[in-house]
């Protein structure tokens, strides 16, 4: 059950939720978080599936862009003063099922006033708005996520953090003895362990670590979707791994381990020049970071075994 709804038209803010999905589904989980994109599949009725995902959440988020108030229908009418409007009715439903619902004004974008709203959401006007601005992303973005953790998180269970760490690094180790040779187990590891990340990396949301490993699962699931032929799977993983040390990189520019897990998602998808600039940098934060260095060596060495 995803307790966090986000609500955005796409033609407006678009770039900006899937950028905030991004950040809070690496610290909460994809089960946490629904969006209509990745969420709702091919030839599934998506306005039973909205009400549905808003009936069930905790916390519906309001994606308010520049455009938000002005996207116009054919006939040059408001589309949001249309009763069939998307957007709208997701609005609607999360202000009558008495949800926290929280406007995020992104792109410089003011709160609509009352009179700017249309009847049914005019109540939206006296939210109140979390800011999210391009030059102050980072900071505005774990303002965001520090609200959204009081609201959503459970409490802690019986798994201390080092204990989870600790047991996941482990699951890594065993991955790698399944691997290549019984992909099949190695992937049901892998999705064991994503799952168990979903279920504890909410209740540690600022830990890098839990951050970095989801990102290394979602990579280790795709080489053992590769490996069974399931070739579309493993693109779609690779993008998963991908956008989850990309988010960290713009979180912390200094993080060693995401810039080596660019590299490893590079390197996977035959991009191994790119592979080895990422590496690079990497070893240029941590001379000493072992994977990376490991890294380096076998790329290295394919080059020379293919020239």
């Not at 803010?13 to 994809?30: E, N, Q, T, V």
């Not at 999360?94 to 609509?112: D, S, Y």
């Amino acid at each position: 059950m995803a307790r966090i709804f986000i609500s955005y038209r796409r033609s407006d803010s678009r770039k900006w939720a899937d950028k905030l999905f991004d950040h809070i589904s690496m610290r909460f989980g994809k089960d946490l978080v629904f969006q209509d994109v990745d969420d709702i599949k091919p030839g599934k009725d998506f306005l039973l599936i909205l009400r549905e995902a808003i009936k069930t959440c905790k916390v519906a988020l309001i994606l308010i862009g520049p455009k938000w108030l002005r996207v116009k229908n054919a006939d040059g009418t408001r589309r949001i003063d249309h009763p069939k409007d998307v957007l709208r009715m997701e609005i609607i439903e999360a202000l009558r099922g008495r949800k926290t619902v929280i406007p995020v004004l992104l792109g410089n974008t003011v709160m609509p006033t009352k009179e700017e709203l249309p009847p049914p959401l005019k109540s939206l006007s006296r939210r109140q708005a979390a800011t999210v601005s391009d030059s102050r992303w980072n900071s505005d973005v774990h303002i965001l996520l520090e609200r959204l953790r009081e609201l959503v998180i459970p409490r802690k269970g019986p798994e201390s953090l080092e204990e989870a760490k600790q047991e996941i690094t482990e699951k890594q180790n065993e991955y790698f003895t399944l691997y290549p040779q019984r992909p099949a187990d190695a992937l049901e590891l892998a999705q064991k362990v994503l799952d168990h990340l979903d279920r504890i990396s909410p209740q540690y949301p600022k830990d890098p670590d839990l951050q970095l490993l989801r990102g290394y699962f979602h990579k280790n699931e795709a080489m053992a979707l590769r490996d069974l032929g399931r070739r579309a799977e493993f693109r779609k993983d690779l993008v998963k791994a991908d956008r989850v040390f990309s988010t960290m990189i713009r979180e912390r520019p200094g993080d060693a381990g995401a810039w080596n897990g660019k590299g490893s998602v590079e390197a996977l998808r035959g991009n191994f020049e790119k592979a080895l600039q990422y590496i690079d940098k990497a070893l240029e934060i941590d001379p000493n970071y072992w994977a990376a260095k490991e890294d380096r060596k076998e790329i290295l060495k394919y080059l020379e075994a293919k020239a």
